[in-house]
Structures are given as structure tokens and as C-alpha cells.
């Protein structure tokens, strides 16, 4: 491109973003290919800014991973065993309870419950694992299962997603976490997880949890063999069901880990990768009120930097994280309140814990309850 229309183009997407315009596919493919990263930092945070203020959210959670064994064969996942593998486990109801009982002792409000599937375990063993901890710890948030889980009870029970999602709601279930979304686009999708829920039943999926009044979240896996097209094309499609529901709370961008992955010989995306994406995304999300930097995927050094790239929320404590430990992760187990607060006070930003669904938590000597609503930024009613 000749250095004059580079200027011109450069001007008018700022113009935009000044405006709160809407941005399209080509403007986001430019974003990623055309524009440096401290530019892209300065308007995704004008975004983010707008959005959230000076505001960094935190959670207080726990992971709980039922079993790693699977039938799929994602080619980027490390986490999941085969059936007769030394490595597959599947947690007994005790350790289930135990598990939800350890997170309320540390103060969680939130369970994040995210699994394999299992060639021989019945649909009702999925629902009893949200039943039994919902009864036994009725305060404790449970964002269960990703939509990929939801389309294989489908194919357990041949009963539609719509019904089974209602049955868990009744038993206990508070939210859908946003995995398996990976790449939508098939050209992609049919190379690193063929056989699994497709692009159109993980959107039917989660307008069928927010016509059921549960808020999800929405991933994406980047960093592998995607190009900047695919990316944008994940998000536009995340955007157009947004803009239909208005149920997402929160979109997560995952960046691939290839250790212990059949994906192995690719190299980790970069701190820029990382960045551009993070920035990109809030830019193209304009109707998606939360951008996560999960630091335990991002590294604490990265998602501290994302603050400032678009991002208003770190996730949370998350105790017991499996997925991307065994892919290689280097981040801690665990990271305490003081040092996530720490984390954002440095980077300039106000910490404000929440739960789940974004009320502010406010802690007693005890007890935590649950404050005002968080969500400033105002989504389409569903
Ligand atoms: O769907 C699996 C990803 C996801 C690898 O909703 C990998 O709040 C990188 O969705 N390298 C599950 N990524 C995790 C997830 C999530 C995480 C944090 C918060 C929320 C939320 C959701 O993890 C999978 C897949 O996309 N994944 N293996 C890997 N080797
Ligand atoms: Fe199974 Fe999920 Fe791993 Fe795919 S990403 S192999 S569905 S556990």
C-alpha cells in the first residue's frame, strides 16, 4: 500500500473508533496486518476506557476438571486421556463435593466446571456432578460445561440442547464458560478438532443458554495455524450473535500452548501476538462489555500489560487449573488477592472483585455478599 492511502486508511479507522463506530471484517483484518502495536493499544484502550473506566476486574474461583478423559482428539489439547490411558481419571462424587467444599473455605463465589467426554459416562452423570454441589454449596456459582459438552449430551440423550440446558438450570447451573469455541472458521476447525461441535451448533448453543436467561463468555483459540482473516471472521460472527442476544458477558482470547500437543512443533504466539489480539478484539467487540486477560494462559506479565491493550478483567484466583498446565503453562497454581489487586494497582487501574454475573463482592470478617451491578456498559435486552 502506498504510504499516502496508508494514511488516509490509518485516519479514518481512528475516526471511527473516536466515533464508536462500528468497525467491519476488512477494517479488523487491517488492524491486525497494517497497524503497530502502540496504536492499536491507544484506541483499544479509549475503548476500554469508555466501557469500563479506570476499573480492572478480579474473581474469586476454583477450576474443577470431572474427568480428562475424552473421545475427541483435539490436536491442540494436552489435557485429554484416552479410555484405557494411565493418564484418564474421572473424580468420584467425593472428590467432586470436596473439591466445591475446599473452594468455599478459600472464600470462592465462583466453580468453574470444564471437562472431558467421556466415551462411557451417561448424560445424568454430568448432570449429578452440578446437582450434588449446588445442593451441598448453594452460594457457589457454577459455570459449567462448554458448548461442546452440551452438543455431546445432545448426542448421549438425543434430546435437544435447548431442554437439557433448562434441566440443569433447574439443578443448579448459573452460567456457561466460554471454551470450544476455538476457530469457527471451517478451514481451520476441520484441521485442529474435526469431529466436535461445529461453529453453528457452539452459536445455537449459547443463543439457546441466553433465551434461557444464562449469560455466557466466548473464547478463541489463536496462535496456531489461523490467519488474521479467521480471527476476524470468529469475531464478527461472536458480534452479529451478540448484537441478536445480548448474552455475553465476557470474551476470552486463548493463546495456543503447543506442549504435549499434537501441535507441538509450532512455536507459542508471541508477547505481541498476544497484544494485537487482546487490542483487536476489544475493538471488534464493541458490543461485548468485558475483554479477559487470563493470566494463567497470557503469563502474569502479559495479562498485567493487556490493562492497558483493551483488557478490563483478569479472571480470577483459579485454583486447580489443568488445561493449560499440562500444555506447558508456566504460571502458577494460584494467584492470591493481594497479588492480583497488586497486579492491577500497578498497572494504574482501579481492583474491583465481582462475581460471576459482575456484581461488585463485598467481603465481611465472614461472609461475602453481593453489591451493586458492574455492568456500566449497557447490551441489548434479550
Ligand atoms: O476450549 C485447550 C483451550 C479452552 C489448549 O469462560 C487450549 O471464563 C491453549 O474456555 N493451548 C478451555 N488453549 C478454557 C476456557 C476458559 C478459560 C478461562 C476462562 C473461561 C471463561 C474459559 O482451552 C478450550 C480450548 O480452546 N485449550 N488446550 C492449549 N494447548
Ligand atoms: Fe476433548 Fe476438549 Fe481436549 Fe478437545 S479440547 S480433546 S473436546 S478435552
Known amino acids: 500500500m502506498n504510504p499516502r492511502n496508508a494514511d488516509s486508511m490509518r485516519d479514518a479507522l481512528r475516526a471511527k473508533i473516536e466515533a464508536g463506530q462500528r468497525l467491519n471484517f476488512d477494517d479488523g483484518v487491517y488492524l491486525y496486518e497494517e497497524v503497530d502495536l502502540f496504536t492499536l493499544g491507544e484506541w483499544a484502550n479509549l475503548v476500554r476506557e469508555r466501557r469500563n473506566g479506570q476499573f480492572a476486574y478480579y474473581n474469586v474461583n476454583t477450576h474443577l476438571n ?7 482428539r483435539c490436536t491442540f489439547c494436552a489435557f485429554r486421556a484416552d479410555l484405557k490411558s494411565p493418564k484418564g481419571y474421572v473424580m468420584s462424587d467425593e472428590q467432586i463435593v470436596e473439591r466445591a467444599a475446599e473452594a468455599e473455605r478459600r472464600g470462592a463465589t465462583e466453580l468453574h466446571i470444564v471437562g472431558g467426554l467421556h466415551h462411557q459416562l451417561p448424560y445424568e ?13 448453594p452460594r457457589l456459582h457454577l459455570k459449567a460445561y462448554t458448548a461442546v459438552e452440551w452438543d455431546w449430551f445432545a448426542r448421549l440423550t438425543g434430546r435437544p440442547t435447548r431442554d437439557l440446558l433448562a434441566e440443569f438450570k433447574e439443578a443448579g447451573l448459573g452460567s456457561l464458560p466460554g471454551g470450544g469455541a476455538e476457530i469457527f472458521h471451517p ?17 445455537r448453543i449459547h443463543r439457546e443458554a441466553h433465551r434461557l436467561g444464562l449469560r455466557t463468555n466466548a473464547t478463541m483459540l489463536y496462535g496456531h495455524i489461523e490467519n488474521a482473516e479467521h480471527r476476524v471472521d470468529h469475531l464478527c460472527r461472536l458480534r452479529e450473535l451478540q448484537d441478536e442476544t445480548g448474552g455475553f458477558q465476557t470474551f476470552i482470547p486463548l493463546a495456543f500452548h503447543p506442549d504435549n500437543t499434537g501441535l507441538s512443533h509450532l512455536p507459542k504466539p508471541s508477547g505481541l501476538m498476544d497484544l494485537k489480539t487482546m487490542a483487536v478484539s476489544r475493538l471488534m467487540l464493541d458490543n461485548f462489555p468485558h475483554i479477559k486477560a487470563y493470566w494463567v494462559m497470557l503469563g502474569i506479565k502479559t495479562a498485567q500489560l493487556a490493562l ?16 493449560y498446565h499440562d500444555a506447558g503453562s508456566d504460571s502458577p497454581q494460584e ?29 465481611g470478617p465472614e461472609q461475602w455478599r453481593t453489591g451493586r451491578s458492574l455492568q456500566l456498559a449497557t447490551v441489548a435486552a434479550n
Not at 452423570?125 to 454449596?137: E, F, G, K, Q
Not at 488477592?337 to 462475581?355: K, M, S
Open 125 to 137: 452423570w454430568y448432570l449429578n456432578v452440578v446437582r450434588i454441589i449446588h445442593r451441598a454449596h
Open 66 to 72: 470431572p474427568t480428562n478423559v475424552c473421545v475427541y
Open 308 to 323: 492497558s491493550f483493551g483488557a478490563d478483567d483478569l479472571d480470577g484466583t483459579v485454583v486447580h487449573e489443568k488445561i
Open 335 to 363: 494467584l492470591s488477592v493481594t497479588e492480583i489487586r497488586r497486579l492491577i494497582e500497578e498497572a494504574g487501574r482501579i481492583p474491583v472483585e465481582r462475581d460471576t454475573l459482575y456484581h461488585e463482592v463485598i467481603r
Open 187 to 203: 478451514d481451520v476447525r476441520d484441521k485442529i478438532c474435526e469431529h466436535k461441535a461445529d461453529a453453528d451448533s457452539w452459536i
